[in-house]
């Protein structure tokens, strides 16, 4: 019994599998009806098919578009993301390349200055103005006290080799204040005084303005990146009612499902409604279609037959199993036959034994006391 089961199992499995390409070749056979020229249009039932295949097209080219362009919104403002991401680095970059320009710009217009000194800017000069010119003394000190070749007493020598020492620090502190000194005056001058600063012939200032310009071309771009941001992100919003490209798409993409699984029952329909009504219009590929469609059909009807020759071997067994049961049964049952015929025998002589002695008692009851003292005397 279990392995006709199996089999009838195995046999409904080839039948699914026979019924599935039995639906691809409808299928087949709907979408060559939508190819231009094969069908005239003489057939309401077969324009009523084809209007609603093209329907459904067109719905399923309308969503392609719509994940097309969610796909191409949320890319590009990834896209802008990143770009914005590098233009900050970009104009960081710059701005420290030219804080770092403000010092040799700096040193550069004090050096013009002193060459064509002008009321303008002497203000802003002079500090630079008295600090090289103490650093200056410095330098002096210094090169005449390594200098000095008079002889002195060992003392001495120490005592001006320590002072050596002490203007070199305060020489180099000094420097050290001079060159911010500088970078604050290249960017006061960039702040305050532009004009003088455009016409310093300078390369540090060249190079200063340039990044300048530069700067200015990434913050203009940044401000069109935005600005496009702005645009997609409104466009999602009222498009798809969501800023989040997955479920949006996933949305999509299970309607577009839903509808390519309507449009393909339909084609099955169609395919089918042809081959009931053996309607091929003449084309090769139909009919080479529909000739396979028999050999399926032919392969599910020795199938099913073979399925019936299995069900009537199990129903054999499952008869037989049953006139076996029933024989166990009326054996089980003409036991307890046997078994209550003995016991109504029994039952039978007790009852005749109550009776008799009923009958007995009886006499006895029905006899009179005084006949028997009679007899006794």
């Known amino acids: 019994m279990d392995n006709s089961?199996?089999?009838?199992?195995?046999?409904?499995?080839?039948?699914?599998?026979?019924?599935?390409?039995?639906?691809?070749?409808?299928?087949?056979?709907?979408?060559?009806?939508?190819?231009?020229?094969?069908?005239?249009?003489?057939?309401?039932?077969?324009?009523?098919?084809?209007?609603?295949?093209?329907?459904?097209?067109?719905?399923?080219?309308?969503?392609?578009?719509?994940?097309?362009?969610?796909?191409?919104?949320?890319?590009?403002?990834?896209?802008?993301?990143?770009?914005?991401?590098?233009?900050?680095?970009?104009?960081?970059?710059?701005?420290?390349?030219?804080?770092?320009?403000?010092?040799?710009?700096?040193?550069?217009?004090?050096?013009?200055?002193?060459?064509?000194?002008?009321?303008?800017?002497?203000k802003l000069m002079s500090g630079l103005e008295e600090l090289e010119s103490i650093i200056d003394g410095f330098e002096n000190e210094i090169f005449n006290l390594e200098n000095n070749e008079v002889k002195k007493s060992i003392v001495n020598k120490i005592k001006e080799k320590g002072r050596v020492a002490i203007v070199k620090s305060k020489k180099k502190s000094r420097e050290l204040s001079l060159n911010n000194l500088y970078k604050k005056t290249g960017e006061k001058l960039y702040k305050k005084d532009l004009s003088f600063f455009e016409k310093m012939n300078n390369d540090s200032v060249s190079s200063f303005i340039a990044n300048k310009k530069e700067q200015e071309k990434l913050d203009s771009e940044v401000q069109e990146l935005k600005q496009e941001n702005s645009r997609l992100e409104k466009h999602l919003k009222n498009a798809f009612s969501s800023s989040k490209m997955q479920k949006a798409e996933e949305k999509l993409l299970s309607e577009r499902d839903f509808i390519l699984s309507e449009k393909m029952a339909k084609l099955n329909d169609l395919g089918s409604y042809l081959y009931d009504e053996k309607l091929d219009f003449d084309d090769e590929e139909i009919k080479s279609l529909f000739s396979s469609a028999d050999d399926v059909n032919g392969r599910i009807s020795l199938l099913n037959n073979e399925i019936e020759k299995c069900k009537a071997e199990l129903e054999i067994v499952q008869l037989d199993e049953e006139v076996a049961d029933m024989k166990e049964n009326i054996k089980e049952l003409q036991l307890t036959i046997e078994k209550c015929t003995g016991d109504i025998g029994e039952f039978n002589k007790e009852i005749k034994r109550a009776k008799a002695q009923i009958r007995k008692l009886k006499k006895l009851t029905e006899t009179d006391p005084r006949e028997s003292e009679d007899q006794g005397a």
Not at 10 to 37: H, V
Not at 41 to 52: A, H, M, W, Y
């Open 5 to 122: 089961q199996t089999r009838i199992d195995e046999l409904k499995n080839e039948i699914d599998d026979n019924n599935i390409d039995l639906k691809q070749i409808f299928q087949s056979a709907g979408e060559k009806m939508i190819t231009p020229g094969v069908f005239s249009g003489e057939n309401e039932r077969i324009s009523g098919f084809l209007t609603k295949l093209t329907s459904l097209d067109t719905r399923i080219s309308e969503i392609d578009a719509q994940i097309d362009d969610l796909r191409h919104s949320f890319n590009r403002i990834a896209e802008i993301t990143d770009r914005e991401k590098d233009i900050g680095e970009q104009y960081s970059l710059l701005e420290k390349e030219n804080r770092k320009l403000f010092l040799p710009i700096g040193k550069a217009a004090f050096i013009e200055w002193k060459e064509r000194p002008s009321e303008d800017q002497r």
